[in-house]
């Protein structure tokens, strides 16, 4: 079985720091592209932003210039650099691994539990 675990979430205050992780297990061969997602109450889980085997990003519009994506394959791990927060970046914040294909087996798409991030003074 293939799990997503995330980490790094908690209360920052705005204009602060944080980094996220998302580990993934299992016996995996590859895994083609890693994300971050988030939703707030009341709103719709939106792509922050994701990354790609090869290295290529893609960023929501809302969080280009301010958190940065980053991809350790060794490891299945990826990373979301948070910086500048804003109280409207207050969300739960999703990993998301896809395609994963291990032996004898591929997932279309693995979600984590979700790590909560609150940007408050």
């Known amino acids: 079985q293939v799990q997503l675990v995330e980490s790094g979430g908690g209360l920052v205050q705005p204009g602060g720091s944080l980094r996220l992780s998302c580990a993934a297990s299992?016996?995996?061969?590859?895994?083609?592209?890693m994300g971050w997602y988030r939703q707030a109450p009341g709103k719709q889980r939106d792509l922050v932003a994701a990354i790609t085997s090869g290295g290529s990003t893609n960023y929501a519009d809302s969080v280009k210039g301010r958190f940065t994506i980053s991809r350790d394959n060794a490891k299945n791990t990826v990373y979301l650099q948070m910086n500048s927060l804003k109280p409207e970046d207050t969300a739960v914040y999703s990993c998301?691994?896809?395609?994963?294909?291990?032996?004898?087996?591929?997932?279309?798409?693995?979600w984590g539990q979700g790590t909560l991030v609150t940007v408050s003074s």
């Open positions: 998301n691994a896809g395609p994963v294909v291990g032996w004898g087996y591929r997932y279309l798409e693995v």
């Open positions: 299992g016996s995996i061969f590859s895994i083609n592209a």
